[in-house]
């Protein structure tokens, strides 16, 4: 079953055909970094502009290395949220028009959906259930995998996403977006014992998270710091290493605790976030102590992309599930609210 994913949730135009839900032809991805850079962040009007110019061509070139035409398209997986609405529309009803043209069945995907399935598409895949972690420029959240389509939450954010937290830490250090990578390079040449930054681990027990302290606390302390001078030989670098040391000190310790609190054996660790080299070396190391297996997509998969949308458009298709025409795109968008998707089965 070859099925189009197209994901237009937030700064990516992506497009990308994937058979039977784990073998993907194509993963076409055209990024915005370079139109909002200059304002350290992603401008909404901007953004939706821009994925209105470049959707056709995205698709396109999907088909093109995909090699196969039009014709042999069986479904259209597209993101209906969670998002920014303006990005969000220019996917939903480009595949809307294809749908209707092409005459073959399309499913609104959730994003998170997609983030927690882009694993895959890789060789290497876990077993259900296990605990997946996303964790990106929008989203912090823990949630129990039972199976396709079955998906229970054991935590969120309740402010800033982790990803969130770099991108304006980074924009602190005047470093630039996305911050993710830049801090993490940056990182490699500092201390991290340098500053004890706050670790918000909540009340106890707790698999919710909490970026926002943490990042005023970095905000105070470079404004201290460039009033007073660099002191005591603390470098940009150090700042970086020290702030990047206490998101994963959080992230590692709640992924291990939903694990041991659902007795689950694998966790899926998905989202920009994901990329970062040491998180994942953290994760391994922890897991590996505790005989837990730890799975990450590769970095193409974790960062937005359509083939992790085509891949849970394609279980949800398989079952005979159909979004009609009338669904819509929402900002906000709990995983396990189907009714939105209007099943038309
Ligand atoms: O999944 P994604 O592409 O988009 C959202 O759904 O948000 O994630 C983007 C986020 C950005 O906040 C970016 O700074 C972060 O992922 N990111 C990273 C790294 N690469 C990207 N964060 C930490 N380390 C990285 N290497
Ligand atoms: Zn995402």
């Not at 069986?74 to 009803?93: C, F, K, R």
């Not at 402010?159 to 490699?188: H, Q, R, S, T």
């Not at 940009?236 to 702030?243: E, H, K, P, Q, Y």
Request: glycine share 10%.
């Amino acid at each position: 079953m070859n099925v189009l994913g197209i994901d237009t949730s937030c700064d990516d135009t992506s497009a990308a055909i994937v058979v039977d839900g784990n073998v993907p032809l194509s993963n076409v991805v055209y990024s915005q970094i370079c139109l909002h850079h200059p304002y350290g962040g992603v401008v909404p009007e901007l953004a939706s502009r821009e994925h209105l110019r470049n959707i056709v061509e995205v698709v396109d070139q999907a088909f093109a290395k995909a090699a196969i035409d039009q014709q042999d398209l069986d479904g259209i997986a597209v993101t209906i949220g969670p998002g920014l609405i303006g990005s969000l529309l220019v996917g939903l009803y480009y595949a809307k028009g294809l749908s209707f043209v092409l005459g073959v069945p399309f499913i609104g995907v959730n994003h998170l959906e997609g983030h927690i399935l882009s694993v895959f598409l890789e060789e290497s895949v876990p077993d259900f259930p296990f605990v997946a972690l996303t964790v990106s420029g929008g989203h912090t959240s823990l949630y129990h995998v039972a199976g396709f389509g079955r998906y229970t939450s054991l935590g969120q954010t309740l402010d800033d996403a982790a990803g969130e937290a770099f991108d304006k830490v980074a924009k602190l250090l005047g470093l630039g977006y996305p911050g993710g990578p830049v801090i993490e390079k940056l990182a490699v040449e500092g201390n991290h014992e340098k500053i004890r930054f706050p670790r918000a681990y909540l009340t106890r027990g707790s698999l919710d998270f909490s970026f926002s302290g943490l990042k005023t606390a970095v905000a105070l302390f470079v404004r201290k710091w460039r009033e007073t001078g660099e002191p005591l030989g603390i470098s940009a670098a150090d700042v970086a290493a020290s702030f990047q040391e206490s998101v994963i000190d959080v992230l590692v310790q709640k992924v291990m605790e939903a694990v041991e609190k659902s007795g689950v054996s694998s966790v899926v660790i998905a989202g920009g976030v994901a990329c970062n080299k040491t998180l994942r070396d953290r994760l391994i190391e922890q897991a590996a102590s505790q005989a837990v297996a730890v799975f990450f997509p590769r970095p193409a998969y974790c960062t937005d992309n359509g083939a992790m949308i085509a891949v849970a458009g394609y279980h949800r298709l398989f079952r005979g599930e159909r979004s009609d025409l009338s669904v819509d795109v929402r900002s906000r968008f709990p995983i396990d609210d189907l009714e939105p998707i209007l099943f038309d089965r």
